[in-house]
């Protein structure tokens, strides 16, 4: 859980240390506040769940997508963290999201698997799962690391 030091509904100050994270494969602010954790993060796969609450719904009651696709984002962030050495920066260049289901209730889960790094770039893949094991969402993602870090540009 990320630690906010400063009231989380002030505006984002890009210079100033407004919040500080538990460690390197870890939830930052926008990922508490959905509720989501991390079960696991190791050789480029994880696992994360999210449960269903109200806040959390459009308004046909069913869990919001753009929850769902935090999640899925996330958990192959986390893959990703896992084979990078922490404090590297990266992040999403290109994201497709499969709705497949809708949710209704429970927690959902993402497993998640990434492939590279290809110079800069690597590959991910979510498939998102209700808490009756049924798809509802499968993710694709290319997220790339900043210059400077080592990597072939």
């Given at each position: 859980m990320a630690e906010l030091l400063v009231d989380g509904n002030v505006p984002r100050r890009s210079k100033e240390t407004q919040f500080r994270m538990e460690g390197w494969i870890a939830c930052a602010p926008c990922e508490d506040l959905l509720g989501i954790h991390i079960e696991k993060a190791e050789e480029g796969r994880a696992v994360l769940t999210m449960p269903f609450t109200v806040k959390l719904a459009q308004g046909g009651g069913f869990m919001h997508g753009g929850a769902l696709t935090t999640l899925g984002d996330t958990a192959v962030a986390m893959a990703i963290k896992s084979l990078l050495p922490p404090d590297s920066i990266f992040a999403t260049t290109e994201l497709h999201l499969d709705?497949?289901?809708?949710?209704?209730?429970g927690t959902v889960t993402a497993e998640a698997v990434v492939t590279g790094p290809v110079q800069r770039i690597f590959q991910g893949a979510a498939t998102l799962f209700d808490a009756d094991g049924r798809v509802v969402a499968?993710?694709?993602?290319?997220?790339?690391?900043?210059?400077?870090?080592?990597?072939?540009?």
């Open positions: 709705f497949i289901a809708p949710v209704k209730e499968r993710l694709k993602t290319q997220f790339k690391v900043a210059r400077g870090q080592g990597f072939d540009d």
